[in-house]
């Protein structure tokens, strides 16, 4: 790899808002290592079109082996990790006394475990250079009680207060925090979640190239927090913070309720 070019590190790389960041530090000059537990190739070869040095790592990062895994590769670059986006997410709907336990225990596995691991073998050494940028995906979810995203919802919650007291923490090392919180976005995840059915499922969604180039943007300006997409993401967002818990659970039901994407709510 060109040790000219400063380093990325994207997990959740292969699609979605992880591929969209992955092509926002391509084409601002970052060199790239991508991991995903698949596709990881595929985005390698579209990323190196824009003269960018791309290791692709495919790895499961909901396993201890798979954290493993992708920091040894990173070691293995023998260079200073610039930026990192601990982005790699996974949802499962549905009611959480009906749902296969092994499903939202893998949301815990990959949505807090792989980023809580991967920090903390990652950041010490950003930290001991005295510079790097790290962004942590959390979600609009992670401020509302989540009916039918009973997991995932408080998954994304402990994402933004981990994020945010570790920006607290770093604040005096030249290292930053940022949280992203993007609303719901054109990507697979709802397909992945077996949400197709519900209102949210089915309803308008932001662009990821969108919420990525806020995300980066946030991100370069060393901003602690960026809530980022459309207008209606943004108020999404504003609501979970001001509007009582009840408020929000229930508005969050309605629109995450198996079926409630059949009865135009």
């Known amino acids: 790899m060109n040790a000219t070019n400063p380093l990325a590190v994207v997990t959740g790389a292969s699609s979605g808002i992880g591929l969209a960041l992955a092509r926002q530090f391509a084409r601002n000059g970052y060199d790239l290592v991508l991991a995903a537990e698949d596709a990881a190739p595929a985005s390698a070869a579209e990323l190196g079109g824009h003269g960018t040095e791309v290791t692709a790592v495919r790895t499961d990062l909901a396993t201890a082996d798979g954290v493993a895994t992708l920091h040894r590769r990173v070691v293995e670059t023998r260079r200073p990790v610039a930026a990192l986006a601990l982005n790699a997410g996974v949802g499962r709907g549905g009611a959480f006394l009906e749902t296969d336990l092994a499903d939202q225990q893998r949301v815990i596995d990959l949505n807090i475990s792989s980023t809580v691991r991967l920090a903390r073998l990652l950041v010490p050494?950003?930290?001991?250079?005295?510079?790097?940028?790290?962004?942590?995906?959390?979600?609009?979810?992670?401020?509302?009680?989540?009916?039918?995203?009973?997991?995932?919802?408080?998954?994304?919650?402990?994402?933004?207060?981990?994020?945010?007291?570790?920006?607290?923490?770093?604040?005096?090392?030249?290292?930053?925090?940022?949280?992203?919180?993007?609303?719901?976005?054109?990507?697979?995840?709802?397909?992945?979640?077996?949400?197709?059915?519900?209102?949210?499922?089915?309803?308008?969604?932001?662009?990821?190239?969108?919420?990525?180039?806020?995300?980066?943007?946030?991100?370069?300006?060393?901003?602690?927090?960026?809530?980022?997409?459309?207008?209606?993401?943004?108020?999404?967002?504003?609501a979970g913070r001001v509007l009582p818990d009840g408020f929000t659970a229930e508005a969050h039901r309605r629109v995450a309720e198996p079926g409630s994407g059949d009865q135009g709510s």
């Open 125 to 238: 050494s950003m930290v001991a250079d005295g510079q790097g940028r790290v962004l942590v995906t959390s979600s609009v979810a992670a401020t509302t009680p989540g009916p039918y995203q009973a997991v995932y919802n408080a998954s994304k919650a402990f994402l933004l207060s981990f994020a945010q007291a570790l920006a607290h923490e770093v604040r005096d090392t030249g290292v930053t925090v940022t949280t992203l919180l993007p609303g719901p976005t054109d990507t697979a995840f709802f397909a992945r979640a077996d949400m197709l059915d519900t209102a949210i499922g089915t309803g308008p969604k932001d662009d990821p190239d969108q919420v990525a180039a806020q995300a980066f943007e946030a991100l370069m300006a060393g901003r602690d927090k960026v809530v980022a997409g459309s207008v209606r993401s943004r108020l999404q967002g504003l």
